[in-house]
Nanobody, 121 residues
Framework: QVQLVESGGGLVQAGGSLRLSCAAS????????MGWYRQAPGKQRELVAT???????NYADSVKGRFTISRDNAKRTVFLQMNSLKPEDTAVYYC???????????????WGQGTQVTVSS
């Protein structure tokens, strides 16, 4: 139905930057929301940032001013530019897509495979 391919994670020193990307494919009629969640060891998965089809963005307070979410609608791709990274940002980052499918007209949530982001002090 819908597949998400996620990339861009890695190891970086505190203060450095990384850029994550996630591309959606499949029988998609439209994508309502794309975004990123993360899960650190021993912590619950939490929202990082989202962007709606209308371009409205939402950020967790902990990343405001440091992270920027953007999208390429033609390529069905969402990006997360992460600057001024902190050790507290270390987590597995998961791409999130809320898509309307062509076959059933059903709105459904899909998750990427996750990419590890490690920030050293």
């Amino acid at each position: 139905q819908v597949q998400l391919v996620e990339s861009g994670g890695g190891l970086v020193q505190a203060g450095g930057s990384l850029r994550l990307s996630c591309a959606a494919s499949g029988s998609i009629y439209s994508i309502n929301v794309m975004g990123w969640y993360r899960q650190a060891p021993g912590k619950q998965r939490e929202l990082v940032a989202t962007v709606t089809s209308g371009g409205v963005t939402n950020y967790a307070d902990s990343v405001k001013g440091r992270f920027t979410i953007s999208r390429d609608n033609a390529k069905r791709t969402v990006f997360l530019q992460m600057n001024s990274l902190k050790p507290e940002d270390t987590a597995v980052y998961y791409c999130y897509v809320l898509a309307q499918l062509q076959v059933l007209g059903l709105t459904k949530v899909y998750w990427g495979q996750g990419t590890q982001v490690t920030v050293s002090s």
